[in-house]
């Protein structure tokens, strides 16, 4: 991307293929204009167009062969979403931050830890509002050019550099996440942010901030904004991983239309990997914070159920789902993680974890003496974990190969039909304010709601919502899928753990996320390295429940050894 002063200031009026709209057919007219080079900043009134949609018929079309049958997509800009009015309020105000500011903060941000970045405010290097507009610049930088583009923010909070502005520099004796931007995932409850789900039911959602966002708030940090998902939480459809009918296509920085974003939780993982926050918050019901990190380089953490509080984010499943942060390195997904957590009377499965302070910060943690149990299959199939396996045994550790024992896995699926059936009426009435505006309050409404215009709402289908509406499992039936269910995820973990007296499994990615879901264990996945096509890849550690101290103990020991991430090349000026 060649770098010019302002870039984003001038966006796509210039363009490398802009679209513009006959006015009289409404019809997209595709001009192929060429890229002028600028030397000085240009005077653009406020309401200038920052970014006109384009024909991505040669996208879609370039995708229809690829070899993972779904990614091959059939829309990749969004037909909903306006950039222009995600991305206007705060225009004015970052547009006067320079080149030459964002080139002096970027060895001191980019890819740097809280800890790194806390200790340059308080060095007075630059304020948090500083820090703000940065991430800001970047995301117009990249977000705005079509070219360049992850589809990955839905909304920006018009009042975050009025808050930043409002943080005390001296940051001595707050939470370690206090004054730091973070991104949410757009089914977490935000005030002054509609929460859609990436689904046009609920585009004017507007709700109060979600229990998790509100201890976020308390400590000080700043929410930058809403990123995109795979709608309903990757529950809609067979669709393409990170597409939502409000979002559009997110896509991945370190291969944009070439890799996978994982999903659901997909704009969660690609703005932390493109450095466009410090860190982002995700959701998970079976892989959605595991399946994102790992495929897209960075650290996620899928908590012991009831850790983090569900209350204010719209749910799949009240059994299995949670959310979990996603960051650049393990000591920020601690930070976060720590800042998030609660207990909520609201959340029944909400549990009180008095926790020492910074009970997340191993710095002088090592392998030595851990014993970890590895899945044979993987260590015969797979190169990359084979070869981290045998260094991690090499720092010290101890390795158990084994072949798991086979477990039923019956009735998984009701368990989100039955779950979202109830659930999803429930957090309507608790948290919808406006509804009048969303008119839908139940699965079937919103799948009546769908039908009426399937190209716009539905391009991919909605099978998942018809298999909710037609399960006929009964109360009774779906206590006993839950109980069996969780004895045999708990069983498959435990009878090695408990035989050979592991600290951790280790798997690949999301391999074994629907047993860790089900048994309700705490998951960490942690770059591990890259295919030789360049697609990022992840070892997950997973644990007992409650484990997660332990785990960020064993994550940041492997983090050392390894220094596995590296910055999407595309996305690194």
């Given at each position: 991307?060649k ?33 002028e ?7 653009v009134?406020e309401?200038?167009v ?26 990749i800009q969004s ?41 340059h ?9 500083d ?9 117009y ?27 005390d ?29 990436g ?14 966002v ?26 393409p991983?990170?597409q939502?009918?409000v ?16 999903g ?8 932390t ?18 399946s ?18 569900r209350t ?17 390195s ?40 851990k014993r970890?149990g590895?899945?044979k ?8 974990y ?12 101890t ?24 659930d ?41 919502f018809?298999?909710i ?29 408990n ?18 879901a ?56």
């Amino acid at each position: 991307m060649k770098r010019i002063h302002n870039v984003f200031l001038i966006a796509l009026v210039i363009g490398v293929a802009s679209c513009k709209f006959n006015s009289t057919t409404k019809e997209p007219n595709v001009e192929v204009e060429k890229e002028e080079e600028i030397d000085e900043p240009i005077e653009v009134e406020e309401e200038t167009v920052l970014w006109t949609p384009y024909n991505d018929s040669l996208e879609v079309a370039a995708n229809a062969d690829h070899e993972k049958e779904r990614m091959r997509y059939k829309f990749i800009q969004s037909k909903v979403l306006d950039k222009n009015v995600v991305f206007q309020p705060l225009y004015g105000q970052v547009s006067k931050f320079s080149e030459d500011k964002y080139q002096m903060m970027r060895p001191l941000v980019l890819e740097q830890d809280i800890p790194t970045i806390q200790s340059h405010v308080k060095e007075s290097k630059f304020t948090y509002e500083d820090l703000v507009l940065f991430y800001l610049y970047r995301i117009y930088k990249y977000e705005l050019p079509n070219e360049s583009t992850l589809n990955t923010i839905i909304a920006l909070n018009p009042e975050v550099l009025e808050e930043a502005r409002k943080l005390d520099s001296n940051s001595d004796g707050k939470h370690p996440v206090y004054g730091m931007p973070i991104l949410l995932k757009d089914n977490i409850g935000t005030q002054n942010m509609k929460t859609t789900a990436g689904a046009v039911a609920f585009l004017d959602n507007q709700t109060d901030d979600a229990f998790i966002v509100e201890r976020l708030k308390e400590k000080g940090a700043l929410i930058l904004g809403k990123v995109n998902l795979s709608e309903w939480a990757n529950f809609l459809c067979d669709c393409p991983n990170g597409q939502s009918a409000v979002g559009g296509q997110t896509l991945n920085p370190y291969g944009r239309r070439v890799f996978d974003t994982g999903g659901s939780s997909a704009g969660s993982g690609t703005s932390t990997a493109a450095n466009y926050a410090v860190a982002a918050v995700g959701t998970e019901t079976s892989g959605s914070i595991l399946s994102p990190s790992s495929q897209n380089s960075v650290v996620g953490m899928k908590p012991t159920i009831g850790l983090l509080s569900r209350t204010g984010i719209v749910p799949i499943s009240s059994t299995l789902d949670t959310p979990g942060p996603m960051t650049k390195s393990v000591i920020d997904n601690g930070i976060l993680m720590d800042a998030m957590r609660g207990f909520d009377i609201k959340d029944e499965e909400s549990v009180q974890a008095d926790w020492e302070e910074r009970w997340y910060a191993h710095e002088n943690s090592n392998l030595k003496g851990k014993r970890f149990g590895v899945f044979k299959a993987l260590m015969e199939s797979d190169s990359i974990y084979k070869a981290t396996v045998e260094k991690i045994q090499e720092a010290g550790a101890t390795i158990v190969e084994f072949e798991p024992m086979e477990v039923e896995f019956d009735g998984f699926l009701s368990i989100l039909n039955i779950d979202m059936k109830n659930d999803l009426p429930k957090y309507i009435e608790a948290s919808v304010i406006n509804k009048d505006a969303v008119k839908v309050t139940s699965v079937r409404d919103v799948a009546d709601f769908n039908s009426k215009d399937s190209v716009v709402r539905i391009p991919y289908g909605q099978v998942r919502f018809d298999g909710i509406l037609a399960d006929s499992t009964t109360a009774e039936e779906l206590l006993e899928i839950k109980r069996s269910l969780k004895l045999n995820g708990r069983t498959f973990f435990n009878t090695v753990l408990n035989e050979n007296r592991l600290d951790a499994i280790l798997s690949i990615n999301n391999y074994h996320a629907g047993y860790a879901a089900v048994a309700e264990y705490p998951a960490l996945t942690i770059p591990m390295g890259y295919r030789e096509t360049g697609e990022p890849v992840s070892l997950t550690f997973i644990a007992k429940q409650f484990q997660e101290g332990k785990l960020y103990e064993i994550g940041a020991a492997f983090e050392r050894l390894t220094k596995a991430r590296k910055i999407p090349v595309n996305y690194r000026d």
